[in-house]
């Protein structure tokens, strides 16, 4: 409905802020132009004092020859007005001007209020809706029987031009209004158009052309940085969406390797096999590529865990010196069936503590020892070494192995990335362990930095804030 657009909230609401401002503005001047107009008239009436003195001499008690002074003093009237003089008594001697069919009544509190204070200046209604403004002067101050003056203007005049000007008003503000409004109807459309184009973009994009991306405007607007915030958006879901499919495309392949095996040999069993020892030897492989898959799912089971928050971290203080020594130790005994030399370097010069999940520490750092010590030939040498930078923490874990390509370097943290797949495999790996160890580094609010050459070794350094993550572990997994 278009009463639900924002187009026409904005439209109602131009509208609204214009009916308040021309209101406003509307009510002032209507307010205004009365008093100005009454200045004017109390002004030209007030200029009437400057020639009483010379009619106060030529006018006498009450005697007729007296208004001929006061006819050619009513010159100075305003049109439509009028000029009498009276006594004390409220008796009207003479009477001139245009507005003789429009004069009020004498007041006696009028003529008392001008006998003190020597004049008075007051609106005088003459019949229903109509006044006239009237100014009462004394002409013989001091003098209880003297007489008086009065001057007054029609006020019909003003009054039905505020009327006119009041019915102007209303014309003109319903009409700039009505004007105004569709005007902000136009603008609010033209301003919503690139809004429009984006949403019929975005409801053109669906899982399948998450490649697609909404035009990019000429300008630096909301609606640009809008687009550029969506395009965004739209490349991070395509990744997700890739790392989804390859995931998917991956774990469907590792399974598949130990099922096929399984298949083969039980079925060479139930065909072939006739002796215990033949049955045994069945049933043992079966075991270990039964010990595979359960490795691959209780490995894809930690990162999706780890990567929703739902294993969060067990912050605590711990001694990462005395970690390491562990590790040292265990390295060791790995390490002697192959005569690799495995040395510790704890470059510092008393024991680092620092906060963490102890038990995941472990995994990252027995994780990289383990893969140092299986990718290094015999009789090679696997080195860890314990650093502070600042207020973090470096452990390094390197070795004499065979290295890394360059171009495998970006690939290696990803899930079941492998290098040699064949040689993996033998080894019993699920290229699951570098993507875990990148995760809780991450949960740590860490970094892996990794240099490596072909036939020469591998070195990975992890750093480690020494306070532990600042934020909630739920926050610090991944999320991809």
Known sequence: MISGTIRFRLACWYALALLLVLGIGGMVCYRQIPRILQNHVDQGLRAMEAGIGELSGRVGAGAPADCSALAEF??????????????????????VGNGAGRVPPVAGQSLTAA????????TVPVAEGKSVRQLT??????RDNGLFLQVGS?????????????????SVFLGTLLVLALAGWFLAGRALAPVRCVT?????????????????????DEVARMVDGFNAMLTRLEEAFRRVKQFSGDASHELRTPLTILKGETEVGLRWAKQPDEFRKILESSMEEIDRMSRIIDDLLLLA???SGQKPLAIKELSLSD???????????????????????????????????????????????????????????????????????????SDTGVGIAPEHLPHIFERFYRIDSARNRQDGGTGLGLAIVQSFVKAHQGRIEVNSLPGQGSSFAIFLPMA???????EDFPSR
């Open 154 to 170: 029609d006020m019909c005049q003003l009054q039905q031009a505020l009327h006119d000007l009041r019915s102007l008003l209303i």
């Open 200 to 220: 019929r973009a975005m409801a053109r994009i669906d899982g399948d052309n998450l490649s697609q991306r909404l035009p990019a405007g000429a300008g630096r």
């Open 74 to 95: 009513s010159g100075r009237t305003p049109p439509g007005g009028y000029l009498r003089l009276v006594d004390a008594g409220g008796n009207v001697l003479c009477l």
């Open 323 to 397: 970690l390491l020594q562990e590790l040292y130790l265990q390295g060791r005994t790995l390490a002697e069936a192959k005569g690799i030399e495995v040395l510790l370097h704890p470059n510092v010069t008393e024991e680092i503590r620092i906060r963490g999940d102890e038990l995941r520490l472990r995994q990252v750092f027995l994780n990289l020892i383990t893969n140092a010590i299986k990718y290094t030939p015999d009789h090679g040498r696997v080195e860890i070494s314990l650093d502070v930078a600042g207020d973090e923490v470096v452990v390094t874990v």
């Open 137 to 142: 002067l004394t002409l013989q101050p001091g």
């Open 115 to 122: 006998q003190r204070g020597g004049s008075v200046l007051e």
């Open 305 to 307: 865990k780890s990567e």
């Open 468 to 474: 532990g993550p600042q934020t909630p572990p739920s």
